[in-house]
């Protein structure tokens, strides 16, 4: 098959003669603003600031998605996630992403990395119908990744349980699980029909099953002694990932640890929890930035800190009110999530997008450093592709782009076009933002305003902002500049007709 060398925008940039570690630390739902060096009110993130004081801070690189999902999908892939078509998955959703499909932990496996990932996974296991008491397979192990210990999906979904590798960690075989997304299948009480027992109110798709005192998204039956603890989730995930770096620290590894905070539902340890002036939301950024601390520590304990290439960023913007009833807006008080950004998760705006992201590589990336490139998630794939001097196949991660001048700090040249997902898709291009107009015959939703108080940003009308004059996207100027249009328009019609092909 053809390859390719991945495309940058400046050249002979690798001249490394080592490979550098590669850890993705991946939070959930973590906006703009929500970090200390992006303005963050209520609560303190000492670790993070720590690796933006040491590397580079980003202002505006962008998630590939506005939910989680797609972002993971793309991310892993470097292809746009509409090409899949790709939506936040259900608990027991088959894996998305194609075995076939050559991955950015295939790249560094092949480039003679470890791979592995912790946390949250959310992008489907099995082929349908999965048996949670037997292997579970195709799943990470069948992608790239040599080791894995996941939620499932998210915290907010059953099966509430650990999967190591390939298996539910702890589980009885006398106390098969089976889970469904139909119907009740479990004798385990539902928040619906028993709110009483909450220890956080829950609206009614978060209603079914409860438990450790949460109602989730499904029904459980069965899996008891295997159930997590989710005040658990920081110690336990950190755990991991520092033993997945100890076993490989003689070889270069790639982890991607992938956070359950600040997701919902919002349940800090004990050492966090009643920290924060903003509550629970507060308290659990606290604790997302005390876990990144527990992997650097890791790092340095073993002395190969110096040279480890950090990622720290998020999956999509932020979000208050998910589901349940956690007082996260109520105790908001002067914070902005968002930072100046409008919307947020779910949101075709740049607060949907938009995320706070740090670069940090003691060997090679110089300190205090601020970087306006614009690029995407997505680009890590042909970055590191081309800092390791490993050649892209033809039609795979087709969507990808090397950002590795601006990665290393090197250059503030970001992407000429950028394409943003929400439930429509948008271009960045310099100062102008598009959001393509959604078919007149389909409904705007109305779920981002009236459920999660956030600004969607979609409109039968085709959009345009100009985000030097405009960065709250108010006022939009579509019909002033019809060339600027035409131009995002084409651009976008042109990236859709590229077709992939599986690689493996």
């Known amino acids: 098959m053809a390859c390719q060398k991945p495309a940058t925008n400046q050249t002979d940039v690798s001249n490394n ?29 000492p670790e993070i600031d720590k690796l933006a004081d040491g590397g580079i801070l980003f202002t505006d690189v962008h998630s590939p998605h506005a939910t989680c999902t797609p972002s993971r999908y793309s991310m892993l892939t470097g292809e746009y996630a509409f090409r899949k078509k790709a939506q936040i998955l259900p608990g027991d959703a088959p894996l998305l992403i194609n075995p076939n499909t050559r991955t950015l932990p295939d790249m560094l496996r092949e480039a003679g990395y470890a791979t592995g990932v912790v946390g ?33 999906s998210t915290g907010d979904r059953v099966p509430s349980v650990y999967l190591e590798n390939h298996n539910v960690v702890n589980l009885d075989p006398k106390d098969p699980i089976t889970v469904s997304y139909k119907k009740n299948i479990s004798d385990r009480p539902t928040g619906n029909d ?45 755990g991991k990932a520092s033993d997945f770096i100890t076993k490989h620290k003689d070889e270069p590894f790639f982890l991607y640890f992938a956070f359950h905070d600040i997701h919902v539902p919002r349940l800090p340890s004990d050492k966090f929890k009643g920290k924060s002036p903003m509550g629970l939301r507060g ?147 310099g100062k102008w933002k598009y959001i393509q107009p959604i078919p007149k015959k389909r409904r705007i ?30 006022k939009n100027i579509a019909e002033q500049h019809p060339e600027i249009v035409a131009l995002m328009q084409g651009k976008l019609d042109s990236i859709k007709k590229v077709n992939t092909v599986p690689s493996k």
């Open 17 to 45: 003669t080592d490979k550098p570690n590669i850890i993705i630390f991946y939070v959930d739902d973590l906006g703009y603003g929500d970090i200390g060096k992006n303005g963050l009110i209520g609560a303190e993130t």
């Open 120 to 152: 949250k996974w959310h992008l489907g296991l099995g082929n349908g119908n999965v048996d949670w008491n037997k292997a579970v397979k195709p799943g990470p192990l069948e992608i790239g990744f040599d080791y894995s210990f996941l939620l499932p």
């Open 194 to 238: 028993h709110p009483e027992l909450l220890r956080q109110g829950a609206d009614k798709q978060h209603g079914n099953t409860i438990i450790n005192g949460i109602s989730r998204i499904g029904y459980m039956k069965g899996g008891e002694k295997a159930l997590w603890t989710d005040e658990d989730f920081p110690e336990k995930l950190a």
């Open 283 to 429: 308290d659990v950024i606290y604790q997302m930035d005390y876990t990144t601390g527990l992997v650097m520590k890791t790092l340095r304990d073993l002395g190969i800190e110096e040279n480890t290439l950090v990622i720290f960023t998020s999956d999509n913007g932020a979000v208050l009110s998910d589901g349940y009833d956690d007082k996260a807006i109520e105790l908001l008080g002067d914070h902005k999530p968002t930072g100046p950004y409008a919307g947020g998760k779910y949101s075709s705006l740049e607060g949907g997008t938009r995320v706070p992201m740090i670069a940090y590589w003691p060997n090679r990336i110089k300190a205090g450093q601020t970087n306006d490139a614009t690029f995407s998630h997505i680009d890590f794939y042909a970055s590191f592709a081309e800092l390791l001097g490993e050649e892209i196949p033809q039609g795979v991660a087709i969507d990808s782009k090397s950002m590795l001048p601006a990665l290393l700090g090197e250059s503030q040249q970001g992407r000429d076009f950028m394409v943003e997902e929400a439930f429509s898709l948008g271009m960045r291009h």
């Open 445 to 474: 939703p109305d779920f981002m305003d009236k459920k999660k108080f956030i600004k969607g940003g979609l409109s039968h009308q085709p959009q345009l902002f100009n985000l030097e004059e405009d960065i709250a996207e108010d």
